[in-house]
């Protein structure tokens, strides 16, 4: 399987996947490495001293999950690109993925991507949390991606491409993104009030024309409420932005 | 571009003035929305954003969305798709939230 399509057999990740207690606790490494070939920089640059010596060079790496402490140093030194770190404590509900990119353009931090499993096909929508590219990198970079939880271990790559159209930004005045907004709606802030006050999306000189329909539009998507049952913010005068002075003294304006 | 005919409206259009917009002058129509001798002129974009810096042109045209916020006389978050042009108007294009002097 391994050899025709180059994707692992679900066997091989098995193998692969410390125990869900280690998974929970933090970052780890997870080596993708399944075929005997002659190479060590893993090995060599684990400072952790977690990768098993390799005593024939072409030994396939075996990580003790318990002393690695999932710094990521052997992610870019991998030339398969075959590492990744992956780390359950990220929050509740989601997972941090880091993976060794070698495309170009390089993802935007704070942008939205889809998430893609080993085959390549698109599992989830990721935040990009960081493009670590450094010297010590060595032009290999490393993305982090925030995904779901339940995703930690299938998300191993990424498409640029807005499947879920998560870069659209929903109002315009404070330039925050439907990615956002739904990121938020995940977390639990289930009114416009309440999205409106920890985003600022509708606080900007517009005061909500443009983007409160359309956030009410995806509360209701995500609680299945129809668009009607979902409230208003409250909108409070001045109606129109005026100066300060008009309130104070009048003004000429029309 | 300019609408010259329309089903509805009739235009009464005031006489030609000169106005400037970046330092660059223009002509537009005395009493039009400024926002509106703007766009015959072929200018789309009116300012830039706070955070990205993304450009911002004329969009609900009602004053309602302050997307064309620009700086008119030296005074910025003038809604220009409502301001009235005068004779001798300096409009700028604003960037970010823009500064009271």
Redesign the interface.
Known sequence: MLERTGVPTKENIESVTPLKERLSKGPVAIIECFQEIPCNPCYTSCKKGAIKELIDINDRPILDPEKCNGCGVCISNCPGLAIFVVDESYSETEALVKIPYEFVPLPKEGSFVTGLDREGKPVCRAKVEKVLNTKAQDRTPVVSLIVPKEFSMTVRFLSLNDHYSDNTIVCRCEEITLGEIREYIRRGYQSLEEIKRISRAGMGPCQGRTCSQLIMQELAAATGKRLSEIKMSAFRPPAVPIKLGQLLGGDDHE | MRIEQHPIITFNKGRKVQFTFDGKVYEGYEGEPIAAALHDAGIRVLGH?H??G?P?GF??AI?????C?MVVNGKP?V?VCVEKLKEGMAVETQIGRGDIK
């Open positions: 954003t955070k990205l993304r911002r969009y609900c004053g309602n969305c302050s997307s916020l978050n809604r």
